[in-house]
């Protein structure tokens, strides 16, 4: 083909800018296209009163040398904060009381979060035959192979950790494809695990060992990088008034700073939440076919950065956070010690905490104005934590949709899209609603999307 490869993108979060900055970067002509006057979606990071607080996500547990080398590519190695190792410390409430995870076998023995009973209960998991379903809930598959308490005191806080999720709803083989698949390869998980690690040892393989970063001034500093950095066109408070296909080939126009525009490209990637994807003005029978894909639910979820003076709090805050397990029946879904993990979150003599609340179990709980979120989550940390007296500092963010859940069922989503792709020539579909909702996952997935786009037809 002569000259670049024109490629349009509808989206400027995370997934769609590191999409743009790799296909512009390897030689494509690209446009960005983004509904809001500011790139980045839910990546915002503010200083403010010396707290550095973070709407969404404060963290990146990079999981691949690929997302890794991507960074650094960035230029972004001098801005990475690693996390301090005493982050690798986790801690579970269990009766009102703030306590430990073990992280070794002998702590694992040790610990007072399960019952003798329970302990010998997970020794039978070996034994236990693999369910042969095409798909299981989280608490269906941790329930048959590890047992109840295990469920109610581990797994299911994981799963509000990560998801914001309901543990019977939530998908073990698309929200945790490598549990999953030592049942399905294997038929154990502790017997998988171990024939996992002798078939790598007998390879060579040495598996990418994970990386919890952040940036000194805040996550946003990976999207303002990709914003500022691209050799992509990105655009702004574009609304976007139709989209055609013909002859290969996709029309976009839209509305912006008072003008009409249009690009013509030979593909086109959607890189917004599956809600926003249906709005779109896609051709009739396109419509028609995105219409009938399985629709996925987004719980609301409240992000809350609090300020204390550290006299104020008696927990020593000497990990990562905690998870409430939602048999304790509280209110909020856990809290990460901001201060704790990453420096200059907070002010000298300061503490910093960023605590959850809402999601697919607790949705009521999200509560949109900043004093009703203070106050419920003073009430409910207050005990567990030592705190005394009012913060300091308090900012909130309300998300209304939040994070896409992968329940049961999640593979018929996946496949419907997968099916439009291989109808229609040069469309492709990115973002957190596959390949895991985490940073890294997004840009590992924006990554194998760009290299996928290329290939169509070279550059």
Known sequence: MTGPRKITIIGAG????????????????????????????????????G?????????????????????????LRDEIVDSNPVADKRFLVK???????????MGGVKTPLYSLRAKFRLLAEPFIRKSGLRDESVASFVTRRMGREFLDYGIASLVSGIYAGDPDKLSMRHAFPKVWNLEDRYGSLIGGAIKLGRERKRTGETPYKSRMIAFRDGIQTLTRRLTDTSRARVVTGARISSIEQSDDHWTVRWHSAGSDHETRSDALVASVGEPDLRGLPWPQDLAVRLDAVPRLEYPPVTTLVLGYRREQVAHALDGFGMLIPLKERRRILGAIFSSTIFPDRAPDGHVSLMIFMGGATMPDAAK??????????????GDLLGISGDPVFAKSVHWPLAIPQYNVGHGDFLAALESIERDRSGLAFCANYRGGPGLSDCLDSALRVASGTLDQEGV
């Open 95 to 105: 009766n009102g009381r703030v306590v430990p995870l073990p992280t070794s076998p």
């Open 51 to 75: 707290f550095l607080c973070e709407a969404a996500p404060n963290s990146i547990l990079i999981k691949s040398a690929t997302a890794e080398s991507f960074l650094y590519e960035l230029g």
């Open 14 to 49: 995370l997934s769609g800018l590191a999409t743009g900055w790799r296909l512009a970067q390897d030689g494509a002509e690209v446009t960005v296209l983004e509904r809001s006057d500011s790139t980045g979606g839910v990546i915002r990071s503010e200083r403010v009163d």
């Open 368 to 381: 949109a104005s900043l004093q009703d979120a203070v106050s419920l989550a003073c009430g409910e940390l």
